[in-house]
């Protein structure tokens, strides 16, 4: 691998780590220069196009914005949490060294930053972590939530380990969707034995914790695929763990942008290991309700499928869900999720402007800007702020229209023109139009566009409307 040590502290240390280890290794000559190189593409820092890059920023310097990081791509670039590395592990700083050299860890702290390193750069992950922002932790069971093989020592003799099960159920509470993934007996109706160790009342966790379960004996590449299409998210969105080095080795070959860290020596434990996976892969999770209460709403979504295959048309299918939304003009409590819905949506998004939280405060205090949100449900549970729509009051067009595919499939989106037009019309002003800049993911919107009649009322399934409660402005 070539790295590049990077940071405002000596790192001729790593650097002889690194290529003891058979790295190839670039350091900036002269003290603390790294910005200046980074920022410069004819620097021997671009020349060298390192794989991934290791940045150590001690004493409390201001961490670097991710523009400048991203100016290191496609690299990796790893910047470890060095408070938190102090905390686990004893003897961490070695204040002679800072004296001496410059460079203020012991050698315990140099392998922790080290371990840190390649924790990160060995996941296997397409893209630099720290531009991915992960949806999915797929787990295996035996000896990774419990100790023991279930099949084997029983269900009443496996130990649980408590600690671990506890930070996945904290993960699980921040909107991180959870995936078992275990070659054993199918669980069926709960009498096979890792349904029944499960169940146990010393366990945390509970089958219905998991938002997906593959439980047999086939592959778990393929087990993950297919929870992927149920879940309707990609393999690049998964983090895979699992103690058997063979099946983290088989997931990386068949699907190499699943990210599968590194397995800790030791579960009983776990403290490191949670704190890496929550800081590299799902930091940004948590955010807003529609996060923390991410996997009840896909267990909903996957019993609407199952209800759609007992009915003979679409039509029958949407009169049953006896749908309902709820319009409102947004605000600032809606911010993070509307910057969420536009960094992150794609199939059904107009023109794919990733909106800052800052833009969408902006515009949803701006007296010249309308912004509507639109909240569904239905009888199988509430999917919350699933669509947004931006106009511009001045010229009567729709600047931004954004909808989760989750959402999709429901003709909520002719309710939100519908609703758009009846408050444009409010206001004196018909409709002008819709921006829309085509992208290679966004056919889905183009073709609504394509179907709309804007003279006429276009066809919604929502049977009920929420009393519409707009702000001023």
């Not at 991710?66 to 592990?89: G, I, S, Y």
């Not at 078992?180 to 029944?196: I, Q």
């Not at 969420?340 to 800052?358: C, E, H, L, P, Y």
């Not at 992208?439 to 179907?451: H, I, Q, V």
Request: negative net charge.
């Amino acid at each position: 691998m070539k790295i590049a040590l990077l940071g405002n502290v000596t790192l001729d240390f790593l650097a002889q780590d690194f290529r003891r280890a058979g790295h190839e290794v670039y350091v900036p000559s002269g003290f603390d220069t790294w910005r200046q190189e980074v920022l410069d593409p004819a620097s021997g820092l671009h020349a060298f196009a390192p794989d991934a890059a290791l940045l150590v920023m001690d004493g409390g310097a201001t961490l670097p914005d991710q523009k400048l990081l991203n100016a290191l791509a496609p690299a990796h670039v790893v910047v470890p949490d060095l408070a938190a590395l102090a905390a686990e592990t004893s003897g961490f700083w070695d204040e002679r060294m800072r004296k001496l050299a410059s460079m203020p860890f012991s050698l315990a702290g140099l392998k922790a930053i080290e371990d840190e390193f390649f924790f990160v750069t060995s996941t296997g992950g397409a893209r630099p972590v720290a531009t991915v922002s992960k949806k999915i932790l797929a787990v295996d069971a035996d000896n990774t939530l419990w100790n023991g093989i279930v099949s084997e020592d029983g269900s009443a003799a496996v130990k649980p380990y408590v600690d671990f099960q506890k930070g996945l159920l904290a993960l699980k509470a921040h909107g991180v969707l959870l995936v078992l993934l275990s070659k054993n007996d199918p669980v069926g109706e709960g009498r096979a034995p890792l349904a029944v160790a499960l169940a146990r009342a010393d366990m945390p966790l509970s089958l219905d914790d998991f938002a997906a379960a593959r439980v047999n004996w086939s592959p778990k590449a393929g087990n993950l695929l297919d929870a992927c299409r149920e879940l309707n998210l990609a393999p690049d969105s998964v983090v895979f763990v699992d103690d058997n080095s063979h099946e983290r080795a088989q997931m990386k070959a068949h699907l190499p942008e699943v990210s599968v860290p590194p397995f800790p020596g030791d579960l009983a434990n776990p403290a490191q290991f949670l704190r890496r996976l929550e800081q590299y892969f799902f930091v940004s999770v948590g955010a807003t309700a529609e996060d923390r209460a991410r996997t009840e709403m896909y267990q909903a979504e996957a019993a609407r499928r199952a209800y759609a295959r007992t009915l003979p048309t679409v039509q029958d299918y949407l009169k049953g869900l006896r749908l309902t939304v709820k319009a409102t003009r947004a605000t600032h409590e809606d911010v993070p999720r509307l910057a969420q819905m536009a960094g992150k949506t794609n199939q059904f998004n107009a023109t794919t402007i990733r909106r800052s939280a800052d833009e969408m405060s902006a515009l949803v205090a701006d007296p010249a800007h309308r912004v509507w949100t639109f909240r569904a449900g239905d009888a199988f549970g509430e999917m919350g702020l699933v669509c947004y729509v931006i106009y511009d009051c001045a010229t009567a067009r729709v600047t931004d229209f954004v909808m989760s595919c989750r959402a999709m499939g429901r003709t909520l989106e002719h309710f939100a023109i519908n609703h758009v037009r009846h408050e444009l019309a409010s206001e004196n002003l018909p409709l002008a139009g819709i921006d829309c800049v085509p992208t290679a993911k966004n056919a889905p919107f183009r073709e609504f566009l394509s179907s709309l009649d804007l003279d006429h009322d276009a066809v919604s399934w929502y049977t009920r409307i929420t009393p519409l409660s707009p702000q001023g402005g």
